[in-house]
């Protein structure tokens, strides 16, 4: 049986297409995945990730047992920040790839993916009851408390300032959400319960995810709506967001990841910090990184006018079947074909030209920098 988001009345209202993903019904388009992709490119989208999990880990031990489980490192939040990081096995292996926030010296929320919800909490679970007694530590999985939405795009600042007109109340202290800065939250009054919004984004534009119970996330998509719908807004679907990310040279866990890959292979070292002390899978991270790796994660662009490569497609080098597509699809901002993929390190070289195997041909790509779409023109966010 699927489970349903809060929204999913108001999405098959707007007459979204939906579909299967990680046990949940979702919508895949509401109008068509061009036109939203290129309405958040241009403007601003909004969608549903209440799918998401949510996971609190509290107690005057939670930001060690986080520095010691995940490998980014914590002790540089300070109440209201977050960053991006990886939860790995002891082989080094990415169990998840995650935002964790510090909403106050104690309380840590940790956002992770929907397919993974269940397994990390209770990987956390067991190893926090290793770490630490439960009066300094509990790891609590809080996704039934929240539903979430993000707003993104050139003008979700605008948005959301339209739609959220109160000063924060806890964690960056703002007078409204566009004096966040990016990867910092704080809490607003909206509704009766009020809402967690963060600036983090998943399309390489300025955006802004909101956490909140059940009602006040309903009333923020109206609202979004109403307010948007002048500027160009479109409610948007896990096709443009794939699309989006994928333009971005972001991976997706379960295809671009996965407990076999690490952080070194994915191209994500930035989001290691090595010198920090022990974690789990610092060993064999140092030693990996010592002795090397044998493939490394890639962007690519189709040359020429090619079918889309999709996930599984074989990456040819020199001659040889040498890698595979882990995500393919055709960009709407560039109009050619787009993806990620694995190939032998020494191949993995900005320039280097490759052939993606598409229905039995081959086809001319060249491996690029990420991201694969810049735009000149887009204002820098401030770190």
């Not at 300070?78 to 080094?92: E, I």
């Not at 269940?118 to 956390?124: A, G």
């Not at 007694?133 to 050139?154: C, F, K, R, W």
């Not at 040359?303 to 080098?317: H, K």
Request: glycine share 10%.
């Amino acid at each position: 049986m699927l489970r349903r988001t809060p929204l999913f009345e108001e999405h098959r209202r707007l007459g979204a297409r939906l579909v299967p993903f990680a046990g949940w019904e979702l919508p895949l388009q509401f109008s068509s995945i061009p036109e939203e992709h290129i309405a958040v490119r241009q403007a601003v989208g909004i969608f549903d990730i209440s799918h998401m999990g949510e996971v609190v880990a509290s107690g005057e031990a939670a930001a060690r047992f986080l520095n010691f489980v995940l490998t980014n490192d914590v002790t540089r939040l300070a109440p209201g920040h977050g960053q991006y990081t990886l939860l790995c096995n002891p082989r080094g292996g990415i169990l998840d790839d995650l935002y964790v926030f510090r909403l106050s010296e104690e309380v840590f929320l940790l956002v992770v993916n929907a397919a993974r919800t269940e397994s990390d909490v209770q990987w956390l679970r067991d190893k926090a009851a290793a770490f630490a007694p439960p009066e300094s530590l509990m790891v609590t999985d809080a996704s039934h408390n929240y539903a979430a939405v993000a707003i993104q795009g050139p003008r979700s600042a605008e948005v959301m300032d339209r739609c959220i007109q109160a000063a924060a109340v806890s964690g960056a202290r703002v007078e409204r959400p566009s004096a966040l800065r990016k990867n910092q939250i704080a809490g607003f009054p909206f509704g009766h319960e009020g809402v967690l919004v963060s600036r983090t984004g998943y399309t390489g534009e300025d955006g802004f995810e909101v956490l909140g119970m059940d009602a006040p996330i309903v009333s923020l998509w109206r609202a979004v709506l109403e307010q948007g719908r002048a500027l160009g807004l479109c409610p948007c679907g896990l096709g443009a967001r794939d699309t989006l990310r994928l333009e971005m040279g972001y991976p997706l866990y379960g295809q671009d990841l996965d407990e076999t890959t690490t952080p070194w292979e994915a191209g994500l070292g930035r989001f290691v910090a090595m010198n920090k002390g022990d974690f789990i899978g610092r060993e064999a991270l140092q030693t990996q990184r010592a002795q090397g790796w044998s493939r490394q994660s890639v962007a690519f662009r189709m040359l020429g006018r090619t079918p889309p490569p999709r996930t599984g497609y074989p990456i040819w080098v020199d001659g040889t079947a040498a890698g595979r597509v882990t995500s393919g699809t055709q960009s709407p901002s560039l109009g050619v074909g787009i993806g990620l993929g694995y190939v032998p390190t020494p191949a993995a070289q900005p320039g280097r030209r490759i052939e993606i195997e598409i229905r039995g041909g081959r086809h001319p790509a060249e491996i690029v920098e990420r991201p694969i779409y810049r735009r000149p023109d887009r204002p820098a966010l401030a770190a």
